[in-house]
């Protein structure tokens, strides 16, 4: 986004690219590693067993015989993304195998050590984080096929079966909804009419199809636990010691999908602000985003305001056309409430009723659903309070007429 004498827009594969965001991918990373060098045998062992593993109560002491392996062989971008998704989903499993009663203080050093080093290259934390849980988890069954969701895959998994499948690849198909949005970011302000295209309503009907592909009780009661971190998580109030790493404990918040890099970047070009509170956990947020994701949204801050330029033009047509990305953002964070209400209010309430129940299916055939997360999110907010907030905040980002 170099500033120009207004009449001229940057090539934008080439200015994507500084971020390490492309045309056809947006922030996903383009075409992932599937496999590891031979050395890292043990780690992909484990890694495509983990359901099995984690249900069998196995994969506990399958990481304690696991040797302690140096991250020396790793070579470039793509093979250190892949071992932090194998480290990471490796990491949650262990940590979360016996639930949230169950937990453990101490991550060993043969899985801590190499997975310090693999996020320190990589800028990450050493913690499963949406860049690992969706940007560089999919690969497509035929390689020549579509990015559709009947062609896609996750490389890495966790129990959850084909909701957690469903999961990931419709967070994926958001991701990739947003794509002709990052171009507007990166043109603006020499295009700004271009902004009647930012496909944030386009990111709707992608996420509506969660309801096809996620069961509510199995997201409940399965997978959410999996993407708790040990920062803000009463059920690991003290965090984990990374063993080998340091004797302190560290606390990191868990994967959730406020590490996009989407909303954060169309919240930036459109100017939104949000109370202080809020603010402050979408910062520390972006510290989970891979770091050129982070500069890009920074880059995007920086720029002229997009808001003061269609203030300042009194050109109707603007207004209506930014006022229009406003509402369909709002009508994002709106869509995205009744979602959480239904994946994680409703849901409890249905596990609590079924636990209740003599001989009741959801306690004993799908484990004792956490309780630690019934008002948190796995990122670690309130989350009603917080996504209420956002949206409102959001709101109040219209130009009045
Ligand atoms: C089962 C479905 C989903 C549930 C239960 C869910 C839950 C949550 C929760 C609890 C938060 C609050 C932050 C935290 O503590 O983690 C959050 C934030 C967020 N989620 Fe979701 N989410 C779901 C699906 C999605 C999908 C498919 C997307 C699309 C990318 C998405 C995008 C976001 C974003 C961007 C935020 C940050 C808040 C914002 O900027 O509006 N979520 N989600």
Not at 307 to 317: A, G, I, Y
Request: proline share 8%; hydrophobic share 40%; aromatic share 8%.
């Amino acid at each position: 986004m170099e500033p120009g004498d207004g009449s001229e827009e940057p090539a934008l594969p080439l200015a994507l690219a500084r971020f390490q965001l492309s045309e056809e991918y947006g922030s996903l990373l383009p075409e992932p590693l599937t496999e590891l060098p031979a050395p890292y045998g043990p780690w992909m062992e484990i890694a495509h067993n983990l359901p099995q593993l984690i249900t069998s109560h196995q994969l506990r002491s399958r990481v304690h015989q696991m040797p302690q392996l140096s991250t020396r062989h790793l070579r470039g971008r793509e093979e250190l993304h892949l071992a932090h998704l194998v480290l990471s989903f490796i990491t949650m499993g262990y940590i979360w195998q016996e639930g949230e009663e169950g937990t453990v203080k101490v991550l060993p050093r043969n899985l801590a050590v190499p997975f310090w080093e693999v996020s320190q290259a990589l800028g990450l934390p050493p913690i499963l984080s949406h860049a690992d849980f969706v940007l560089a988890n999919w690969r497509r069954k035929n390689p020549n096929g579509p990015l559709e969701i009947n062609n896609l895959d996750t490389i890495i998994s966790l129990p959850g079966g084909e909701s957690l499948r469903g999961f990931i690849l419709v967070t994926l198909l958001v991701e990739k909804a947003a794509v002709p949005g990052f171009k507007v970011g990166i043109t603006v302000p020499h295009s700004v009419l271009l902004a009647q295209k930012a496909p944030m309503v386009g990111t709707i009907p992608c996420t509506l199809a969660l309801v096809d592909y996620v069961d509510p009780a199995v997201f409940y009661a399965v997978i959410r636990i999996f993407l708790s971190g040990w920062k803000d998580n009463p059920a690991m109030p003290d965090g984990l010691i990374y063993e080998g790493v340091s004797d302190e404990p560290m606390e990191y918040s868990g994967g959730s999908a406020a590490q996009s890099t989407i909303l954060h970047a169309f919240d930036e070009l459109l100017g939104i602000r949000h109370s202080k509170e809020s603010a402050a956990f979408l910062h520390r947020m972006r510290d989970y985003m891979p770091p050129p994701h982070r500069a890009f949204v920074e880059e995007i801050r920086r720029a002229p305001s997009l808001k003061q330029h269609v203030l300042s033009s009194r050109d109707t047509r603007l207004h209506k056309a930014f006022n229009q990305c406003v509402s369909a953002l709002a009508d994002f964070r709106s869509y995205h409430i009744t979602v959480v209400t239904k994946y994680i209010t409703i849901a409890a309430t249905k596990a609590k009723a079924g636990q209740a129940e003599p001989g009741g299916k959801s306690g004993s055939s799908m484990g004792k659903p956490p309780s630690a997360l019934e008002a948190k999110g796995t990122g670690g907010s309130h989350i009603f309070s917080f996504l209420k907030s956002i949206r409102d905040t959001t709101r109040e980002g219209m130009i009045n007429a």
